[in-house]
Each structure stands twice: as C-alpha cells, then as structure tokens.
C-alpha cells in the first residue's frame, strides 16, 4: 500500500516538471487545428461558389439587333400606313406572323387585304439585311430583286441612290423629278424604254410612297412572281430602306383558313391538344415578341384571346399571328406584362385562368373579374410552376408577375427581359426538342 502511494506521488512531481513540454505540445496542436479550420472554410466556399455556377449559369450577352428591333418595327408601321392611303385600310385587319429571332435580320411577313379583295402576304425587310453588300452611307445605286412591271401596266421605272439628305419632289405632266442632295432621281415612262434595258441586269425599284399602296398592288397583280419586290419603303427621316417583297403566289388566290384562338383551344372550344413542347414553342416565341414589339403599334394586348393560329386540317402553332389595324396609333399598356406573365401560366398548365380551382370559393366567383383577384389568383398559380416546368420556367412567370419593369422609356428593360425571360423561355423550348443522334 506505501508502495503504491509513494509511486503515485512520484508520478506526479514528474508531471509537474514537463509542464513546459505539455504546453508546447497544446500550442502546437492548436495550431494545426486552426490551419485544419481554414482549409475547411476555403473547402466549404469553393464548393458554394461551385454549386452556384452550375445552378445559375451565366447570363448571355443581347445582340443589339435584337434589342433595337423595335425601333424598326415602329418605322415599317409608320411607313406601310403612310402609303397605304385608301379607305380599305380600315375595313381590313394586318395580319401579322410572330417568330423567334436567332439571327441578326430585320424584316416582318404581313398579309394585307385591299379594296380590290386581293389578299397578299408581303415580306418587308430592312434592304442592308438583303443585300449586305450596300452600305447606308455609299453612294451606290440600290441593286433589289424585282422584275419590271409590263408595259400594259404604264407604270414609271425609277433609278435610285442612297443619300443623307432629301428634299421635295416637283411632279409635272411628262415626267416626274426628284431632286436630292448629292443625288438625282429620275423617272421614265416604260414605253421610252428600250427592250434591252428591261432585260438588263440592273432592275429598277419602285418608290411605293409615290401613289397609294392599294393602287400600286393592283396594277402589279400578276407582274410580281414569289420572291420578287413590289418596291421599297424610305424613311427620311432616318434614311432606312425597306423592301417589300411578294411571298405568296400571284397565279393562286390566298384561301383564308380558320382562325383559332389560344383561348378557346386551352379551355377545350376547338379540340385540339397541345404538347408540353408546343407550348413551350408558344410560350418563347411570344416572350420574343413582346421584346420586339413592345411599345409600337404592332403590340397587342398580350391575352390569349389575342394570340391566333391558322387551323385548317392541322394547327400550325409554331406560326402565331397578331391581327391588327393600320390605323391605330402607338400605346403603352401598364400591365403588358402581368398579361403576358398570366399567359406564360396558361402555357404551362394548358389550362386558362378562369378554370384554377380558387374560382371554386365563392368569395373568388364573385370577384372573377377584378383585375387585383385575377392578379392574386395568378400569384397562387405561380408557386406551381417550378413543380410542373421546373426553376427557369418559373423564374421567367416571376419576373412578369412581380419583377417587371416600371419604366419603358430607354432600353434597359429589354436587357434585363431579354436575359430573365426570353433566354430561359427558349432554354425551355430546346431542352424538349429530342435528341440529335448520328446514325
């Protein structure tokens, strides 16, 4: 017993003597703990920092082309109504194709009806996107696809240039002069000209702000084959040409199929079922439009029931179209976007609002058509949608819904539009289309 006791008090004053040592190793080993605690923190933010690039990839840069769109959607409005003069102007709807926009093209395809109940479907683009060839500040001579109208038709031929400035034309019985800056234009009639002009390799264009549009598509009814131009559009003011080419089939009268409303497909009217990659089709080429059309008289209201399709034998949902006036003026809607958010649900559920299952409840039946409800109704359907379309789906509708914009006065929307809404729309779309395998 006194040997143990006397070992155990050994024990410990040769403890008492390493108390230097033990604090050196304690040192030490904290040290290695807080280097251990540092690399775990690196470790833990790197893989954050991972996580979040894979999840939220970055956002693509916007071709200004797309962005700017709009500017010369405004002016081929502007121009197209200013020619066409005649009172059938405003008897008859435009018709107006929507697309997505993946290249840098400026050009619209419409159908007009006339007074002489030709219907033509046109193609007008911006001529530098046609011909890339001609600069707007040269000094060449515009080189566009038309054939000259026949000599039955007594219609001028007309020689053009480019140039900055304009000034008035001065018209007399003989022969018309318009004079420009740095530029001349001359017209002639087609019986002074020789054959072998005609058949030249430098074809003339017709100015089509020189007479009504009405008038001017009549006389070339059966001269203008597919593919070739009526004539051009100018702007003065900006010195933009357009052209405007014929794409429908002079030889055959353009049957009109029946029209189909987005709404009255989704509520079950017209049996016809969509598939998920339709809608999405629909819903990305719409988001591209109001992009493109926004704040120009072409813009529509952005609802179902103003989103048409062509529904013969089949439903071409991949060639939407607007139907509208040339004799309606500009107007910025507030709630263009809420519209377009609620359509993008429509889209996702292949349902209308009108049938969610909150109209159900009295209190809601009784309020169906008060915009705030609506916009609740649409706020509860919203926290469905990352469940049925998954996260960019979802983020586009909220962007819409509660993200829009306040201001449309510059461009900055359109970036951030473009970027929050239209890219994941079309994102959507192309993860629906099936694989591409090599045989």
């Not at 019986?191 to 002009?197: E, G, L, R, W, Y």
């Not at 409840?361 to 949608?385: C, G, I, Y």
Request: charged fraction near 20%; charge should be neutral.
């Amino acid at each position: 017993m006194y040997r143990s006791y006397a070992s155990l008090q050994a024990k410990k004053i040769a403890y008492a003597f390493t108390i230097p040592q033990r604090e050196t190793l304690l040192e030490e080993l904290d040290s290695f703990n807080a280097k251990l605690e540092s690399v775990l923190v690196a470790n833990d933010r790197i893989s954050g920092l991972t996580r979040q690039s894979v999840s939220q990839p970055s956002k693509p840069r916007i071709p200004k082309s797309l962005l700017h769109f709009w500017r010369h959607a405004d002016c081929m409005f502007k121009l197209l109504s200013e020619a066409w003069t005649c009172q059938c102007k405003g008897l008859h709807c435009t018709k107006l194709w929507l697309k997505q926009r993946v290249v840098a093209t400026v050009d619209i395809k419409v159908m007009l009806q006339f007074c002489h109940g030709a219907r033509k479907c046109v193609h007008i683009q911006l001529a530098d996107d046609a011909f890339p060839g001609s600069g707007s500040n040269s000094a060449v001579s515009i080189r566009l696809p038309l054939r000259p109208i026949g000599q039955q038709n007594a219609m001028p031929s007309v020689t053009v240039q480019q140039a900055s400035c304009f000034s008035k034309a001065s018209a007399n019985s003989g022969s018309v002069t318009m004079t420009r800056v740095s530029s001349k234009v001359s017209w002639a009639s087609v019986q002074q000209q020789p054959q072998q002009q005609l058949q030249g390799s430098s074809p003339t264009i017709w100015d089509l702000s020189a007479q009504d549009l009405c008038d001017t598509i009549k006389m070339a009814d059966k001269s203008i084959g597919v593919g070739e131009c009526y004539g051009s559009l100018t702007d003065h003011s900006t010195d933009r040409c357009y052209t405007v080419s014929n794409v429908s089939d002079p030889s055959a009268s353009i049957s009109v199929a029946p029209d189909a409303k987005l709404c009255d497909i989704l509520d079950g009217s017209i049996p016809v079922i969509l598939t998920r990659m339709q809608r999405y089709s629909i819903a990305a080429t719409l988001a591209s439009s109001l992009l493109q059309l926004e704040t120009t008289p072409w813009a529509q209201s952005w609802e179902s029931r103003d989103v048409h399709f062509a529904h013969d034998a089949t439903l071409e949902y991949d060639k939407p179209f607007f139907l509208i006036r040339l004799d309606t003026t500009s107007t910025t809607k507030d709630d263009s976007f809420k519209a377009l958010g609620t359509l993008l649900l429509e889209l996702c559920f292949g349902k209308l609002l009108d049938q969610h299952v909150l109209w159900q409840q009295p209190a809601f039946a009784m309020a169906k058509t008060n915009p705030m409800v609506r916009h609740f109704v649409a706020h509860e359907w919203l926290k469905e949608v990352e469940g049925e379309a998954g996260g960019q789906y979802a983020n586009a509708v909220k962007f819409c819904l509660q993200q829009a914009p306040t201001s449309l006065k510059d461009d900055k929307w359109r970036v951030e539009f473009a970027q929050s809404v239209v890219w994941p729309l079309q994102q959507c779309h192309e993860s629906m289309q099936p694989s591409r395998r090599n045989s």
